[in-house]
Structures are given as C-alpha cells and as structure tokens.
C-alpha cells in the first residue's frame, strides 16, 4: 500500500510555538504577546507595568521592530533584561524569531516575559510565538470603530488597554461602543481605561497581571 | 549589557523548509512544487508526466488537499508511491506539513518527487516547501488577465504550463498576451503550452524536465 491519508499536521509556525511554549514552561516564566498599532503606547505601558511590578516579579522583554532599537533602550533604562529584534521586513513576529533569542535572556530567573510585537492591528494576531496570553492596546485616538474593522486581534486578546484615555475629553470617541464591539467579539476580554501618561489605571492592570501569575 | 539586538532570524517555515531541503538533497531527490488554481489540471499534468518519464526515472508523489484523497487514488492507481496530506482548512502546504510526511515516502528510491500544493493561486506560493523548482499550471480558460494579477505565481516558478490548450479555438484568450505578461514578471520562466488531454506538449515539458535532473 503506497497510498497513506495525513492529516491534522501542525503548520511550521505552531510547532515551533509549541517549542517555545515548553521552554517557558519549564523556566517557570509566563508570557504575554503585547500587540497594537503603530504608537499606541505598548513600550509606554511596559515601562509603567515594569516600574509597577519592580521588587514584586521579576521581567524581561523581547522587543520586536521591523528595525532599530530604540524601544529596547527605554527597557534597559530600567534595569530589565530585553532583546531586540529586528524583523528586517516582517510586518509580525513569529515563532521561530522568539525561538532564536530566548537563551538570551536569564529565563529561569524571570516570572514575567513580555513579547513586544511589531505595531501592526492584523498579522501579529495571527502568529503564535508561544506566549500563555495576548494582550492588546488600542489608543483612543485610533477611534471607536477598530473592534469590528480588526476582528481577530479582539477575538485573540485576554485583555484589552484602551490607552491615552487622558485624551477623552478631546475626543468624540465612544468608548462604550469600543467596549460593546469588543465584549461582542469576545465575551471574556478584560478590558482596562489606562492612561500611560497619568499612570491612570495601571493599578488595576498590573493587579489583574499579578492575579494572571499568582 | 542587556541589551542585544538580533536581527536576519529565518521565520518558522523557512527554517524548516531548509530542513527538508537537506532531507532531499542528502536522498538525492529532485523536488518540485506543482501549483494552480483548483481544476487547472496538476493531477492531470502528474498523470501524464509519470507515465512520458515511466522507465526512465523514479517518481513519488505528495498531493495536498484540503480534504479528501482522491487526487491520490488517481496517483496510487499508476504504482506510483504517493501520501496524501489534508490540510484542514488551510489553503496551502507549508514546510512542517511536508517534513511530517517525508519518511513516509522511500525517498531514497526516488528521483523527483512532486509535491501537488492545494488549488490556490495565491498563497502557495509565499510558503516553500523545501523543492528545488516551483511550476505553475494555468488553464487557458483561466483567461489572459491572470499573470497580472497573481504576480507573485509567476515570479516564483520556473515553469508556467499553459493547461488546455485543445480549447483554444473555442476561446477568446490571448495565449501571446499570456506570455508576454509572464515573462515581464519573470524573464527567465520557461512557458509550455499544453493539454493534458490530448498529450499535446507532454514530450517537450518532459524533455524539460529531464535537463533540470540531469
């Protein structure tokens, strides 16, 4: 019999995801893929979560950008463990990027690894890269109507930070709407109002985070 | 120092894309990537080309389906030994699905091996799959218009059969504009034009074929 049926083979990028995911597991770390568009604040949050959590958990960061390295500056500035990559061309992350670089950060000391995606509403959504959770920024700036535009990131998120609320009163953004549209896609997302700039809400986050680990 | 920036790491599929292209380089098996639209004739074209090569060179065969195996029964009724992958829902082979699969197949008795990709003629071909050449099939009742608008297709494959080619009396299409449009996407792509119904063009993209092995 030459004839032979396969079928549910894992794609190149799950396999790998998988990989990762033992290792973090075994390193006791737990791992958040952050994702938004371009300046919606994730390095922002990430210095306020980190300056939140310091002397409570250890953390570490991957940073990703299509090229440069000045978001993993402002993560060194605070003293936490961080790898930049560069993507060169690609509009995401993905597994096997994360694979190549995590023996070089101190996994089995840190309880916390952040993934800093490339900013980018669509692909990084799609690309598992290991992580136990995905989180989601959206800038109010961006408007009320990304949740049904940008599906699949809402679906995807465990927790979705509104940033920039300070901005509101400038604004003529719903986010009640933002809320409504994203709870519909996705009854189960937690979502945070944050504002970045006033350290408003990022108690709560970072409670939430420690609930997530503890 | 904290902080490292690594950059150029290979994405998922393409590490294991060169993973399989060891495989077959070591087996000593020439590998080609077969793609089209769905019904333009790939199971056809393979039919005619394992029996024009029988006797003279081994073959194998992996065909990609969504679903269902009946591209190879058609392949298996030749004594040809062929695994079948169903996909699932995804629309095209990536480098896992073929690396899962591989030692299913006596690579080493094998001279090439024709890897039938699902009937998409998009994606296939953003994913290698570890092959030596990618071809291309299009249907002359496609129409003329389709290099333009698949570019990708055509700037990635080597060689563009021109399928049905009995149908043209009956068919307004401009094979020359056909031609034309591929090789302003790719000078180099070797055009055949062909019915895989008549055997019309069968021998010359054999002959072809044969230079690319020997």
Same mark, same amino acid.
């Given at each position: 019999?030459?004839?032979?049926?396969?079928?549910?083979?894992?794609?190149?990028?799950?396999?790998?995801?998988?990989?990762?995911?033992?290792?973090?597991?075994?390193?006791?770390?737990?791992?958040?893929?952050?994702?938004?568009?371009?300046?919606?604040?994730?390095?922002?949050?990430?210095?306020?979560?980190?300056?939140?959590?310091?002397?409570?958990?250890?953390?570490?960061?991957?940073?990703?950008?299509?090229?440069?390295?000045?978001?993993?500056?402002?993560?060194?500035?605070?003293?936490?463990?961080?790898?930049?990559?560069?993507?060169?061309?690609?509009?995401?992350?993905?597994?096997?990027?994360?694979?190549?670089?995590?023996?070089?950060?101190?996994? #089995?000391?840190? @309880?916390?690894?952040?993934?800093? +995606?490339?900013?980018?509403?669509?692909?990084?959504?799609?690309? &598992?890269? $290991? =992580?136990?959770?995905?989180?989601?920024?959206?800038?109010?700036?961006?408007?009320?109507?990304?949740?049904?535009?940008?599906?699949?990131?809402?679906?995807?998120?465990?927790?979705?930070?509104?940033?920039?609320?300070?901005?509101?009163?400038?604004?003529?953004?719903?986010?009640? #709407?933002?809320? @409504?549209?994203?709870?519909?896609? +996705?009854?189960?997302?937690?979502?945070?109002?944050?504002?970045? &700039?006033? $350290? =408003?809400?990022?108690?709560?986050?970072?409670?939430?985070?420690?609930?997530?680990?503890?």
């Amino acid at each position: 019999m030459k004839l032979k049926v396969v079928s549910k083979i894992l794609d190149a990028n799950e396999r790998i995801a998988q990989e990762n995911q033992r290792i973090f597991k075994d390193a006791g770390v737990y791992v958040i893929n952050l994702m938004s568009s371009p300046g919606a604040g994730k390095t922002s949050l990430l210095e306020k979560t980190i300056q939140k959590l310091s002397g409570t958990v250890t953390v570490g960061v991957i940073e990703g950008d299509i090229t440069g390295s000045d978001d993993a500056r402002r993560i060194d500035n605070l003293g936490v463990p961080v790898v930049q990559i560069n993507t060169g061309g690609a509009c995401h992350l993905d597994a096997n990027m994360i694979n190549e670089v995590v023996m070089d950060l101190p996994l #089995k000391d840190l @309880r916390i690894l952040f993934i800093e +995606n490339v900013g980018n509403l669509v692909c990084p959504a799609e690309f &598992k890269v $290991g =992580e136990d959770i995905k989180v989601m920024i959206l800038s109010l700036t961006e408007g009320d109507d990304k949740p049904l535009k940008y599906p699949l990131m809402f679906q995807e998120s465990s927790a979705l930070i509104v940033n920039k609320i300070d901005l509101k009163p400038l604004l003529t953004v719903d986010v009640q #709407k933002i809320r @409504r549209d994203a709870l519909s896609l +996705n009854p189960s997302i937690r979502i945070f109002e944050v504002s970045c &700039k006033t $350290g =408003e809400g990022i108690e709560e986050w970072a409670k939430w985070l420690l609930t997530k680990i503890s």
